[in-house]
């Protein structure tokens, strides 16, 4: 419609001006187009197709979609099935003791008395200690959580704690000190090979041909092999196979049978090619490594300190009632009591006749 009246218009003045002539025909062309301008301008319908989301992406985008993307997922560590479960009742050591006997028969002659043995006793001790951290949070910052990952807190700070323990117990066995002890213990404690079919088997007959302390052959029935997550295909590739993997003969596969478990240790540390594993025997065997807990206390806690605020008149936001008084902050924590051996020679390693190491940097 706006356009035929400037049209109308246009044509109408410009006749009558030039008849007239009145008005030069610059001037008439500036007064048409003056009338052109505003009756074609955009009318309110026009400006409000135009103004798209795309001219807001920044509103739309921060304010109206938000999202927390899921948490990246830890790796887990199965230290629970081949290390031994202690307790301790209080903050004092424990002491464990093993009693070795000395008692060979010996030839005994008419009249002759027999040769005495002996008893030898060994003990270590080990403790537990308290391990935690905090977070403080202000009852303004989860009233704003509209999303609700600030009220996750507690479950952050378990998940926090129980890779604590799987990186504390992984170093218990899986550090320098160690390895050099075992090093020097000798081939039937010790190898280089990395984790095939030949080595693994290598390792299961080194655990096999075990003595106790006075020299007697020792029975390991259960053994269970321990990797870094790097060695897990390997490992599922070796005891998975009919035939004996990598092995020209194309022998049977033995190897299943003797191994009870295989378990991941995440924090084992590599350089590759160099991926270390062990052979652990079966706890209830050897207490190869023991960790030890707080009598009662089966893992960590989470806990939140008592609020402060009580109220007496008004009606108060959600969460201003559940923190301090004095600064409003909602404080969370979380503990574990946890411990083991701290040996200078084996470290956290209680009993040496129980594991196997291979440092991996030999094919």
Do not use: C
């Amino acid at each position: 419609m706006s356009n035929k009246i400037y049209s109308w218009l246009a044509e109408g003045v410009s006749e009558i001006e030039k008849a007239k002539g009145i008005l030069s025909i610059a001037e008439i062309d500036t007064r048409v187009a003056a009338m052109k301008e505003v009756f074609t301008a955009p009318t309110p319908t026009q400006l409000k197709e135009a103004m798209t989301t795309a001219h807001f992406a920044t509103y739309f985008g921060t304010l109206l979609d938000r999202e927390f993307v899921k948490d990246y997922e830890s790796y887990a560590g199965s230290w629970k099935s081949y290390t031994f479960a202690d307790t301790a009742p209080d903050f004092r050591d424990v002491s464990r003791m093993r009693m070795d006997r000395y008692m060979e028969l010996h030839l005994r002659r008419e009249k002759a008395e027999s040769k005495a043995g002996y008893l030898d006793e060994n003990e270590y001790h080990y403790g537990v200690e308290e391990y935690s951290t905090q977070m403080d949070i202000s009852w303004r910052t989860l009233l704003n959580d509209d999303l609700g990952k600030i009220r996750q807190v507690p479950q952050q700070l378990a998940m926090a704690a129980a890779e604590f323990e799987d990186e504390f117990v992984s170093n218990l066995y899986d550090n320098a000190v160690t390895q050099a002890a075992i090093l020097a213990l000798g081939a039937p404690w010790f190898g280089t090979g990395r984790l095939t079919a030949a080595n693994l088997a290598i390792g299961i007959a080194a655990m096999m041909t075990r003595t106790t302390p006075e020299g007697r052959p020792m029975n390991i029935r259960r053994i269970n092999l321990v990797i870094p997550p790097l060695l897990k295909l390997q490992a599922d590739t070796i005891l998975s196979s009919a035939l004996m993997a990598g092995v020209a003969t194309n022998d049977k596969n033995i190897l299943p049978g003797y191994i009870a478990g295989v378990f991941t240790d995440p924090y084992i540390a590599t350089a590759a090619p160099n991926v270390p594993w062990y052979l652990f025997a079966d706890p209830a065997e050897i207490r190869t490594v023991s960790v030890a807990r707080l009598q009662g206390v089966p893992g960590p806690l989470t806990y939140m300190k008592e609020p402060e605020v009580r109220m007496l008149t008004g009606s108060a936001p959600a969460g201003f009632d559940s923190g301090s008084f004095a600064t409003g902050d909602i404080e969370y924590g979380v503990s574990t009591f946890i411990g083991g051996w701290d040996s200078g020679t084996f470290v956290g390693v209680t009993d040496f006749r129980g594991l196997y190491y291979s440092n991996g940097t030999t094919a």
